[in-house]
């Protein structure tokens, strides 16, 4: 049997914190090969890899290097206006695309799945997190039986998107289990601004601060004097893996946008 060959990957916002892991996670792989990077603050025109595997082009420029290295998959690890214009390049070369990027609206991702769907490619976002996936499913499991649910967001100082979307995966996983909005506090008409925000009824509170890096505290509550408490803390960017790995070598097989990942990564569907 003729093996298979090593799936070409670009990685986008290759400097940043996020970035950086998945170089090194992905260089680590055996299926995959790294062959290029993007970041703004690239100054010079390759990078050493980790782990004596060699120099890859680096650009500040994507369509540079889209062109150059003939990637399969696109990983982007941006923010969200830079993301919409590296869907929209890699769509016109026929690349698949893993989205890292956080805080893009619904609108955003409707854009994305008209764009995948009309180029013929996959596009994979959601937490690429194994445990945000199980923290999900656990949540979605013990919304169907409570009330009230509110969840503390807490994430490093420098993140800007809040809810994050670890949180907002949570709260929609909840929100779709239980087929209903959550009963807000009575008499609360408009969530005062010390309540935090809500999704479906859920309340979430953001907070951002130093040397931090990802907690999500989801609190459930019963009117039969019950409180269930599920937590997650992702304490470094090494929560990537498996989860980038198993989403590179999804991406190829999948057509439109793909949103939530818990079925690869668990095996259960939702609702289950």
Do not use: W
């Not at 008499?187 to 040397?211: E, F």
Request: charged letters at 20%; one cysteine or more.
């Amino acid at each position: 049997m003729t093996p298979e060959k090593p799936i070409k990957a670009v990685v986008a916002g290759a400097l940043g914190r996020a970035g950086t892991a998945a170089v090194r996670i992905l260089s680590e792989e055996q299926g995959i090969h790294v062959v290029g990077v993007v970041d703004v603050l690239f100054c010079e025109d390759e990078l050493l890899l980790p782990h004596g595997k060699g120099r890859i082009p680096a650009s500040t420029n994507l369509e540079h290097i889209l062109d150059l290295c003939h990637p399969a998959v696109l990983i982007d690890f941006t923010n969200p206006s830079a993301t919409m214009l590296a869907v929209q390049s890699a769509a016109k070369r026929k690349i698949h695309v893993v989205i890292g990027t956080t805080g893009l609206s619904d609108d955003q991702y409707k854009q994305i799945d008209g764009i995948a769907k009309s180029a013929g490619i996959g596009v994979l976002t959601g937490s690429l997190s194994f445990g945000v996936a199980l923290a999900c499913h656990l949540a979605s499991i013990a919304a169907r039986y409570f009330d009230h649910a509110e969840i503390v967001d807490l994430g490093k100082y420098e993140k800007l998107d809040a809810p994050s979307g670890a949180a907002l995966d949570i709260a929609k996983a909840m929100a779709n289990s239980k087929g209903k909005p959550f009963e807000l506090q009575k008499g609360q008409k408009d969530t005062p601004p010390a309540r935090g925000g809500h999704y479906d009824g859920v309340t979430i509170h953001s907070l951002r601060l130093s040397d931090c890096y990802i907690h999500e505290h989801v609190i459930f509550g019963a009117s039969a004097g019950t409180l269930l408490t599920i937590g997650l803390e992702l304490t470094s960017a090494e929560y990537l893996r498996p989860g980038i790995v198993i989403a590179v070598k999804e991406a190829p097989k999948q057509r439109g946008l793909v949103y939530g990942l818990d079925e690869l990564f668990l095996g259960l569907s939702n609702g289950k």
